[in-house]
Each structure stands twice: as C-alpha cells, then as structure tokens.
C-alpha cells in the first residue's frame, strides 16, 4: 500500500517553529507528502535534509509567499516544475495585477514507475474576485489539459489546495457563500471539468454529506466548530479508480489553518 498525502501548511516553518512537523511525519508515515503554500526557500528551513525522504521545493521568487514541495521515501524517475512552455501559450497563462503565477511555485508534477503525482497551489479568486478571470479563462483549463497530456503516458494523481468547494455539501455554510471566493459558479466549473475528464474525487468515494472539511477560518473558532470548507483534494484517474483503498482528512494534524488529506492505493 502507498500513502500519499497532500498539506496546505500555510508556512512550512511556521510549522516546524510549533514543534508539530517532525510528530506529524512520525505519526502518518506518508510514503509520498505534497506540501502547498511552503513560503520559504529550501535554504530557509531548519530541518532539511528531511530523514528518510528525498526532497524537491519549487519556491516563488516572491519572498515568503505561495510555493510547493515534494516529499518521497522512494525517488522519482523525474520531477517538472510548473507548466510546459507549450501550455502557458495556448491557455495564455501570464500575470495579472498580483503577480505572475508561473513565478509563484505553484506546480510540481513527478513520476514514478506507474503513475504521476502532481500537486497545485490554486490561484485564490480573492475577495473580490479579482483574480477569477485567471483562475476561469487560463488557469483552471491549463491545469486540466497538463494532467490530461501527463495521463497519456501513465495515470495522474493530482492533489492539492484547489482553493474552491465543488459542491454545497463541500462547506458548511453553502447558502451563504453562494458568490463568494471559492464558491462561484466559475470556479465551480473549473473543478466539475475535471470530473467531466475522467478524474474521480477520491474522498466522495467513501463519504458523503457534509462535516468534512480541510479548511477553516481563523475567526469565531471556526474550526472547533467544524464550520469550515473542503478545499483540498486528491483526484485521480479513472483507470486508477479501483486502486484507491481509502481517503481521508486529517482534520486532527494541527499547524495549519488547513489540515493534511491523504489516499491511500494499492499499487
């Protein structure tokens, strides 16, 4: 069995500051962790080298912001750092008033002898949904047809903070939010494209309704509450459906304002 797993750490030293990674590690176990929003350079993090894992940081040239990282006990045959050329082109990916996210460290993909993992940082629509033309017209579709040309040579698991609940039962306070970051019909669509291709919501394999969430707001003890969102996923292909053996949120890690989610599969 391969745990992989997948962590908005909102901070990767921040974490390691609160003495909560190293009993994180030592209490999951993942065989493969894909870490979102590290903010840090690998220069800038204490404890590297990371025991029993090769490591690979694709940092943003914007200091202490965004980034992601992989983390696996067995080497890749290879590690890409965010979109091919090809792909920023065609989906005209570029920068909007907050910056280049092609210079955000926002994608890795890696493969491995039967599958490819990729892990995204999603572009946040923000408040005032300013950066939805990004995520609706460029983003989302590149990201979508990156997995699908990685899916010609071998089946794709991609996970990550997606930064969007697909369906109402995917937040807690639905009715509310309808609109807002996160939840607009745009980005909605974006993650139902994915669907549409092919891919399966892993965790929906074995759980349904709402209560399960992998994000919360810092405001009104949110996450004692359980009022939060699920914004992080694992997704994977079709023709990998009936090697999925569990998935789950980790909703008691603590570090992050997002908690780690993991699928477990048998290959």
């Not at 202490?64 to 750092?81: D, E, F, R, W």
């Not at 570029?94 to 940082?121: C, H, L, M």
């Not at 004692?224 to 292909?237: C, P, T």
Request: glycine share 6%.
């Amino acid at each position: 069995m391969l745990k992989i797993y997948s962590w908005n750490v909102n901070g990767i030293r921040a974490v390691m500051k609160k003495g909560l990674w190293k009993p994180f590690l030592a209490d999951e176990q993942p065989d493969i962790l894909m870490l979102q929003e590290i903010k840090a350079k690998p220069e800038q993090v204490e404890e590297i080298p990371i025991d029993g894992y090769d490591a690979f940081w694709y940092s943003a040239e914007k200091p202490g912001y965004s980034g992601t990282a992989l983390l696996s006990k067995t080497a890749p045959l290879q590690v890409v750092n965010g979109f091919p050329q090809a792909i920023i082109k065609k989906y005209q990916v570029s920068g909007d008033t907050y910056g280049d996210p092609n210079q955000e460290g926002r994608v890795i993909a890696a493969e491995f002898d039967k599958f490819w993992v990729v892990t995204v940082y999603t572009p946040n629509a923000k408040d005032d949904l300013s950066r939805i033309p990004l995520r609706h017209n460029h983003w989302d579709p590149a990201f979508l047809a990156y997995c699908k040309q990685l899916e010609k040579t071998k089946p794709v698991v991609f996970c990550g903070d997606l930064n969007v609940a697909h369906t109402p039962d995917d937040l807690e306070n639905d009715k509310t939010n309808v609109g807002k970051k996160g939840f607009t019909d745009e980005e909605r669509a974006g993650f139902q494209a994915f669907i549409d291709a092919g891919f399966v919501d892993t965790f929906r394999m074995f759980k349904q309704g709402k209560g399960y969430y992998s994000w919360w707001s810092h405001f009104a003890k949110a996450r004692e509450r359980n009022v939060g969102w699920r914004i992080d996923y694992f997704l994977v292909s079709n023709s990998l459906k009936a090697k999925v053996k569990s998935a789950d949120i980790h909703a008691s890690v603590l570090g992050s304002d997002h908690c780690p989610v993991s699928v477990t599969l048998d290959v």
